[in-house]
């Protein structure tokens, strides 16, 4: 028979078993984590209509979405899940509790231009605290100690979670009479940190048309920086000037404070008034997180607050605030910069046993007695020599082996050998497990990440 | 602006934050045990090329696929977990080790007609161990007992894993001289439950073109019931006659007693001569499991043993084991039959903090206190009156509150109300977590499924 060359699409992460695991346990980080915090999980299809999922419009996102007929069905993959969340909510509004706060782990789907890094099905790991009709400022701070927290148990410490404003932002622009080009301003002093505030005040003067007294009140703004109580005093000086400026700044202090209040220290997180996230639906905090010693990546955690998360779909008001890990790229990034911890096991089992008779029925009563105890337990059947079992288990970094032989059966025991030292002894079952109990918890003890000096 | 109506797709279950809380603990059992078994996640894309999908080519697969073109790309959604697996084996064959065992918990795709009950979008939950050559036969024990434990952990009791085995029957007709026609036989006899004895012998004549002593024999043969070691007995009159079918007898007399070293009692499996799986990649022993008190659904867990996993991409020979939960389905069916425990916890949150103070600070440190002891608590930080407050905790069935007011604070106490008895308590936090744990530890006692006599 002729053979199909296997192959994955490129742009399509499929991982080995051991970079798999490791995933996995970020993923179970992020479960456990959102819970914690009161999050329930949501599993929303990964096809939609076509006509809901582009109920917005606009340029990109219709030209990158994965779309196909099906009978008479117009449909898509969804490429972010906030969409979904939008309609979700609109559709089971009178069924959900509010404030409504959901997690969701998924792969979304966009067609970009494949290149290194940037994949076309990928994880987002989204939270979002829904209301209906207000939301307190609260949980704008919260949404960010959260990813603190996340980050944390992942096993980082160098991260910034950039904070900003957008009424603050929008009450600036207002001053300066410059609202009607806010966007393009935002736009161009979100260079800054690539091209310099020389070239920035270049642009906004001939691209963005500002006076030189606009452009240098921007810069002046933009390059206010120090310490978050430092850069919110500096902010005083325009208080009293437009009132969405007021309430900006008042958002911006309240978050600033509770954020301590939630543990989250000063080196993790940042008052920085260049960021404002592109999309014109958030109308109030902002974020961006970075990783302080791969700032090239850009932010890999982002979100905001936005007053109408369904509005193409119900008139009900229902403001809220998310934050997003693109997880498949934040996890291929920290594989590239070899930052994904290799002394945690990946193995698929704590134990292989190996069964030395012939008759299987020790063994496998012994194998049911190790799972019992919660060790993870690959009873090795193949006929094979015992040089080859004892490779099979190191090339999965199974850290023991468990053997049964007619003499250990007999006498009520069996032999333990750690795989790492070739330690060996025989022993009681029920002391065998508690050897291997304690080194298994022994290997558990890292963090998925590992931070190079 | 004009509204969209908010739609899910037909055929995409789309579950309330309850269901999906029971759903994801049963998802949260088959990671668990098929960890405990020594297999590996896995994590294919759901996108493929179409081209490899189809590989094996087939009428209905190739009609219910979705199938679309993205670029110069022929690309469709995978409608199984087996033929992702079988290009993953055949791409990454010299990275694995073998046996490979893995799981993969995954949404595929049919385009079916929309019905109640048949989904669109689906999850299944495979496992499969794929083997380089050769595979003992104790794997073909150890698959079901899997099944067992999992189903056994859900809370069901009243199932049966159906065991038969291919070679056995391939044999049996070769020796009635009737190869060419197993296929159609097999789909006959399948029909015994629903037609009756009478009505089988009749198309076996008929439609078939039988004779009436292979009529006979076959009705013989497929009415041998009993225990497993009577019908294992009865089985031996044949033996002697066809090399296959003693191997299959052997093959089948050695699953049906390692099950037994396996733990799982007889009434949970049964030799079944009649079950034969349609697909003819099946070379083994094959499986079938239905719930004893609603066989109309059919099997909700089926697999067995093939010799080629992945012959339309590799020369090099793969045989495997493997058996896939229909999970969407079972999920389903559990929920219309009122299967699902109700008592089981299904609130977001542990406990809802109520801070009664206008400064949070206090509320904020008190739940990163709770947190960290693994109650997943909620800040109810909304202006509302008391008593929505305490509805939305009940509406959520949040089992517990906690008030925090500046009576509490200046005493170093807070005040816990169990929302199902009323009873409120002012503690020490300490002595409020661990009145939270007992409580919530509790809760958590009873299982997913809840089997009504």
């Given at each position: 028979m002729e053979k199909l060359r296997p192959r994955t699409l490129s742009g399509f992460m499929e991982l080995l078993p051991a970079p798999q695991m490791q995933l996995e346990r970020m993923m179970e980080i992020l479960r456990e984590t959102y819970a914690l915090y009161g999050f329930t999980p949501l599993d929303t299809p990964a096809v939609e209509s076509a006509e809901i999922l582009l109920a917005k419009g606009g340029g990109e996102t219709e030209k990158q979405i994965y779309r196909f007929q099906k009978g008479d069905s117009d449909l898509a993959l969804r490429f972010d899940l906030t969409v979904p969340l939008a309609k979700y909510v609109a559709l089971h509004a009178g069924e959900l509790a509010f404030p409504f706060r959901r997690y969701q782990i998924g792969k979304v789907y966009r067609g970009e231009r494949a290149q290194r890094g940037r994949f076309r099905e990928f994880y987002q790991a989204d939270i979002d605290i829904i209301g209906d009709g207000k939301l307190d400022i609260l949980n704008e701070a919260e949404i960010p100690s959260i990813i603190y927290t996340i980050f944390r148990r992942f096993g980082l410490t160098r991260f910034v979670i950039r904070v900003n404003n957008r009424k603050l932002l929008n009450g600036f622009y207002a001053m300066l009479d410059l609202s009607d080009r806010s966007a393009d301003i935002m736009r161009t002093v979100d260079k800054l940190d690539k091209i310099g505030a020389d070239k920035v005040r270049t642009i906004l003067l001939e691209d963005n048309g500002l006076t030189e007294a606009q452009a240098d009140e921007i810069l002046q703004f933009i390059s206010i920086t120090g310490s978050n109580a430092e850069v919110l005093s500096r902010l005083?000086?325009?208080?009293?000037?437009n009132e969405l400026f007021d309430l900006g700044l008042e958002e911006l202090t309240a978050v600033t404070k509770h954020l301590s209040a939630f543990g989250v220290p000063e080196e993790n997180f940042a008052v920085d008034l260049t960021i404002a996230r592109g999309l014109d639906y958030y109308t109030g905090t902002v974020y961006e997180t970075t990783l302080l010693d791969h700032p090239e990546i850009g932010s890999v955690c982002s979100g905001g607050r936005y007053d109408n998360l369904a509005e193409y779909y119900t008139d009900r008001q229902l403001p809220g605030v998310g934050i997003s890990i693109g997880l498949t790229r934040l996890f291929y990034v920290l594989g590239e910069q070899q930052m994904l911890n290799p002394d945690l096991p990946t193995a698929p089992a704590d134990c292989l046993l190996l069964p030395m008779t012939e008759d299987f029925s020790a063994a496998v009563r012994l194998a049911t007695q190790l799972r019992g105890t919660g060790i993870r337990t690959q009873i090795y059947a193949e006929q094979k020599k015992f040089k080859a079992k004892l490779s099979y288990a190191d090339k999965l970094g199974i850290p023991y082996a468990v053997f049964l032989g007619e003499d250990e059966i007999a006498r009520g025991l069996c032999s333990v050998k750690?795989?790492?030292?070739?330690e060996q002894v025989s022993l009681p079952p029920a002391e065998a497990i508690a050897l291997m109990q304690k080194g298994v918890a022994a290997l558990q003890t890292g963090s998925v990440i590992r931070e190079t000096m």
């Open positions: 005083v000086t325009w208080r009293g000037k750690d795989l790492r030292t070739g």
